[in-house]
């Protein structure tokens, strides 16, 4: 698991990575221009009130609201659009450290952009879902243990069904679940530090390539 993040972490310096991050950074922040944009026109065409006070507090008000959302949304949009990439940071992983083992192969396009769409909404859901728990005291724990879960099931899956078909990659996925729930506890806690949860896509698709090389290795 150390190994693995270690390796991780001097894979993010690649110029390769680099690539990825900043078209994934792209891709979201025209995302959210086009919303404000969208959102203020809307607003424009149908707040309409008898004291101008009142069409600008409503228009303050919506500007706020959309920069909170970009905040919060940030992380998981830029996740989604970096799960377009994903097979390729695998393959340049692979590629580096594991030039002897047989390369995976990419999975369909459009098999890629749905598992990057249902990973985002349940990211989504499960954070909005386990938010509350911060005014309880234990939101920071849940968010971290919610997380580890979702990453580990999803980006040890997704790396894989590179291997092999996708009902034996689930059943590897459960039979570790335990050892990878702990080494996603890491990317997990990345994902709550701003600016730094932007690369956790990246990161952890070269932490669990590593992890699925590992686990693999050790069950042979």
């Not at 609201?65 to 905040?71: E, H, I």
């Not at 799960?83 to 047989?102: S, T």
């Not at 952009?113 to 939101?139: E, S, T």
């Not at 034996?168 to 050892?179: F, G, I, L, Q, T």
């Amino acid at each position: 698991m150390i190994k693995a993040a270690i390796k991780a972490m001097g894979d993010l310096f690649s110029p390769d990575f680099h690539k990825v991050l900043l078209k994934a950074l792209g891709l979201t922040i025209a995302l959210f221009i086009a919303v404000l944009i969208l959102t203020e026109m809307l607003l424009a065409s149908f707040t309409h009130f008898s004291w101008p006070w009142a069409d600008r507090l409503v228009e303050v008000g919506t500007g706020l609201a959309l920069l909170v959302a970009f905040f919060f949304l940030m992380g998981p949009v830029t996740a989604a659009f970096a799960g377009l990439f994903l097979d390729r940071i695998a393959q340049m992983v692979e590629e580096r450290h594991y030039p002897w083992d047989p390369r995976g192969t990419p999975l369909p396009a459009g098999r890629a952009l749905a598992m990057a769409m249902q990973f985002f909404v349940l990211m989504l859901v499960v954070n909005l879902a386990v938010l509350p728990m911060v005014f309880f005291g234990i939101g920071a724990i849940a968010l971290v243990a919610a997380n580890a879960y979702l990453l580990g099931r999803e980006y040890f899956e997704m790396v894989a069904m590179r291997h092999m078909p996708v009902e034996e990659a689930k059943v590897m996925r459960k039979e570790n679940s335990p050892a990878i729930f702990f080494a996603a506890l890491l990317p997990a806690v990345l994902s709550l530090i701003p600016i730094v949860n932007l690369a956790v896509p990246l990161f952890a698709t070269s932490y669990f390539t590593h992890i699925f090389k590992s686990v693999r290795a050790s069950s042979a």
